[in-house]
């Protein structure tokens, strides 16, 4: 089994940054993809950004330029550092990771979110 915890939501006001971090745990052997994702009230959970495990990277349009997406592979952990929050930008957000496990299944993991608030 493998774990997602996330840490670093909050209540920021507009034009702030965050920086959400998100540790893998567990029996994971090799993590390919790790994403972020938010689901806003009322609305469906779409994707934030993803980085693969060699590095690259792909950005919901809402996000480009003011999201970064990076990752810590020997520490099994990614990071979206926010800047330039808008209000819009107010949701849980969650983490997610696939791979292989210690006994080679697959696996798609979840964290348990993490809300951020962004004030007008």
């Known amino acids: 089994q493998v774990q997602l915890v996330e840490s670093g939501g909050g209540l920021v006001q507009a034009g702030g940054s965050l920086r959400l971090s998100c540790a893998a745990s567990?029996?994971?052997?090799?993590?390919?993809?790790m994403a972020w994702y938010r689901q806003a009230p009322g609305q469906q959970r779409e994707l934030v950004a993803v980085i693969s495990r060699g590095g690259s990277t792909n950005y919901a349009d809402s996000v480009k330029g003011r999201f970064a997406i990076s990752r810590d592979i020997a520490k099994n952990t990614v990071y979206l550092q926010m800047n330039s929050l808008k209000p819009e930008d107010t949701a849980v957000y969650y983490c997610?990771?696939?791979?292989?496990?210690?006994?080679?299944?697959?696996?798609?993991?979840w964290g348990q979110g993490t809300q951020v608030t962004v004030s007008s």
């Open positions: 567990g029996s994971t052997f090799w993590i390919n993809a």
């Open positions: 997610n990771a696939e791979g292989v496990t210690t006994d080679f299944g697959r696996y798609n993991s």
